[in-house]
DNA sequence: ACCTGAACACCGTTCAAGT
DNA sequence: ACCTGAACACCGTTCAAGT
């Protein structure tokens, strides 16, 4: 009753309150969990998701992580809010490799996009069930829980937008509505990158270089246009 | 004891047994199903994925079909195995659609595959659950456990492909790769059904005539090119 | 042959309680 | 503030049993 645990009452200070916790842990077994349990429970929930696929378990997450079933809900809604804030990393590093790909070829606004649509084709087949997550229908776009989802997923589409204006900088588009050509390229490379994740290309995109290969094919397809020049 | 339902184990006859069981049902509430359960399955589920989206119940299936809970095991190996069938029923439609779209414009090569293309959208959009189920990640390609999946999964792709011919027999393409051209135009139209089924273009996809005019614009640009002619 | 009902191990979520 | 443990209603699957 009257050991080091219960001081932190009386005291009332978090800071305190942390510090006497993290020294009993040397010495007890660790049974709270201290630091950022945040995203240690998204951290475990990327591993088990890439174990397991896009139907994984809450308590399973919670037990990978060393908590409680029941700890998670103090820092999500419910199990769709942590998939969701899950998503939202998958969509930051969309952002960050299309942005990549744009600031390598700044001089060359057709490479630039074949080169984003590399980098999108790439993430998505490396990831699958992260791919999936996003895009497959398991969560709901429609009611976003966790705010994080909407801004990542919409920064990533800004990403995309920089890509085409690259384009419409230097002219090499016949077209001059930046949507349009933005929905016609991501279209283009995420239903690629879905037949891929989802089996469908199993025969023809099994090695990096495939799919590089057929990523670059449709990417300049694309460009060029399937038609015959009348 | 001795009453009609008994009588069919002595005969030792399907026909004999089925004949009193259909002939008890009239007088008696009917328990047993009769007829093709497997069938009544399938709707069920679709009913069910409708509503409910992908994460539909094998036991809520069984409610609504009017049988126990453990009745589906007599038709399917496992809850993945009726999802299987249930996508190959998507699968079929698809195959339908397009080869619809097809001939209906049997002279016109480059039509026919645009109208190929709304034929893909349409369904998908209007069956965003089931494109969800089929291209989602729910089921494993990998594993199949249905034989019809694989059987008409092929077919659609077959589908596309007897497309594409009718462009080749007409030299309308700049490629003579029949492969090349077919992932092209898969990966494009795949790619807008998938972005609007998963709410990604919420805000330029609402009505029907927006999606198929936004398919009808992605067509045309890969048909055409991005690019400045130089 | 076809279906049922009890049973098992699992799941998401809630809530009173502990430190 | 942060986490636990019991409890509840649900789920997929198995199996002995019924007609």
Redesign the interface.
Same mark, same amino acid.
């Given at each position: 009753m009257c050991d080091v645990d219960t001081v932190y009452i009386k005291v009332d200070s978090v800071n305190i309150f942390l510090y006497i916790a993290t020294m009993s842990s040397k010495k007890k077994k660790k049974t709270y969990h201290h630091g950022d349990l945040r995203n240690s429970l998204l951290v475990a929930a990327e591993k088990e998701l890439r174990q397991k696929?896009?139907d994984i378990s809450l308590r399973e997450v919670a037990k990978v992580a060393g908590v409680s079933h029941t700890a998670p809900y103090r820092h999500f809604k419910d199990k769709t809010a942590l998939l969701q804030a899950l998503a939202a990393i998958g969509y930051q590093r969309l952002a960050e490799g299309v942005r990549a790909a744009k600031d390598q070829h700044a001089d060359e606004p057709?490479e630039a996009m074949l080169g984003a649509a590399r980098a999108y084709v790439e993430l998505a087949v490396n990831n699958?069930?992260m791919?999936?997550l996003m895009?497959?229908?398991?969560l +709901?776009?429609?009611v976003i829980i966790e705010e994080d989802l909407g801004v990542c997923?919409g920064d990533a589409?800004q990403a995309l937008l920089e890509v085409v204006d690259l384009g419409l900088e230097h +002219?090499?588009?016949? %077209?001059d509505n930046r949507?349009?050509?933005a929905?016609?390229?991501? %279209?283009?490379?995420? !239903?690629? %990158?879905?037949?891929i994740?989802?089996?469908?290309? %199993?025969g023809?995109a099994e090695t990096d270089e495939s799919v590089q290969g057929?990523t670059r094919?449709?990417g300049e397809?694309?460009?060029? !246009?399937?038609?015959?020049?009348t």
């Amino acid at each position: 009753m009257c050991d080091v645990d219960t001081v932190y009452i009386k005291v009332d200070s978090v800071n305190i309150f942390l510090y006497i916790a993290t020294m009993s842990s040397k010495k007890k077994k660790k049974t709270y969990h201290h630091g950022d349990l945040r995203n240690s429970l998204l951290v475990a929930a990327e591993k088990e998701l890439r174990q397991k696929g896009t139907d994984i378990s809450l308590r399973e997450v919670a037990k990978v992580a060393g908590v409680s079933h029941t700890a998670p809900y103090r820092h999500f809604k419910d199990k769709t809010a942590l998939l969701q804030a899950l998503a939202a990393i998958g969509y930051q590093r969309l952002a960050e490799g299309v942005r990549a790909a744009k600031d390598q070829h700044a001089d060359e606004p057709i490479e630039a996009m074949l080169g984003a649509a590399r980098a999108y084709v790439e993430l998505a087949v490396n990831n699958p069930e992260m791919t999936q997550l996003m895009f497959g229908g398991v969560l +709901d776009q429609e009611v976003i829980i966790e705010e994080d989802l909407g801004v990542c997923s919409g920064d990533a589409f800004q990403a995309l937008l920089e890509v085409v204006d690259l384009g419409l900088e230097h +002219d090499v588009y016949q %077209s001059d509505n930046r949507m349009e050509i933005a929905l016609a390229n991501w %279209s283009m490379v995420h !239903g690629l %990158s879905m037949l891929i994740t989802c089996g469908q290309l %199993s025969g023809e995109a099994e090695t990096d270089e495939s799919v590089q290969g057929l990523t670059r094919m449709v990417g300049e397809m694309l460009m060029t !246009g399937l038609k015959k020049k009348t």
